[in-house]
Nanobody, 122 residues
Framework: QVRLVESGGGLVQAGGSLRLSCTAS????????MGWFRQAPGKEREFLGV????????YYADSVKGRFTISRDNAKNTVYLQMNTLKPEDTAVYYC???????????????WGQGTQVTVSS
């Protein structure tokens, strides 16, 4: 089992920045890819991007490319989601996920965090 714990959510004004963290514990060696998703009220969960634990490989959805950056700290088993130039439409619950490969994490991640609320005020 892999446990994922997100933190860093909160209230921020439009145009501001926020950094989310996701710390993994347990059998982390069983997963090679970490991803970020979000779900706004009344909407489906949206894929944001991924990062691999090894190598400098990241992938972003078009909706956040250029504003959001995913990074990692392997020593801390932690991945980050740096969000800049936030907009009210970025308001959502943000989740991290872990998967064995890119396709798995895009469709049916093996593990989910509990989510952290991000609210962007106008």
């Amino acid at each position: 089992q892999v446990r994922l714990v997100e933190s860093g959510g909160g209230l921020v004004q439009a145009g501001g920045s926020l950094r989310l963290s996701c710390t993994a514990s347990g059998r982390t060696f069983s997963t090679s890819v970490m991803g970020w998703f979000r779900q706004a009220p009344g909407k489906e969960r949206e894929f944001l991007g991924v990062i691999y634990w090894s190598g400098d490989i990241t992938y972003y959805a078009d909706s956040v490319k250029g504003r959001f950056t995913i990074s990692r700290d392997n020593a801390k088993n932690t991945v980050y989601l740096q969000m800049n130039t936030l907009k009210p439409e970025d308001t959502a619950v943000y989740y991290c996920a872990a998967g064995t490969n890119f396709e798995v994490i895009r469709t049916t991640p093996n593990y989910w965090g509990q989510g952290t609320q991000v609210t962007v005020s106008s």
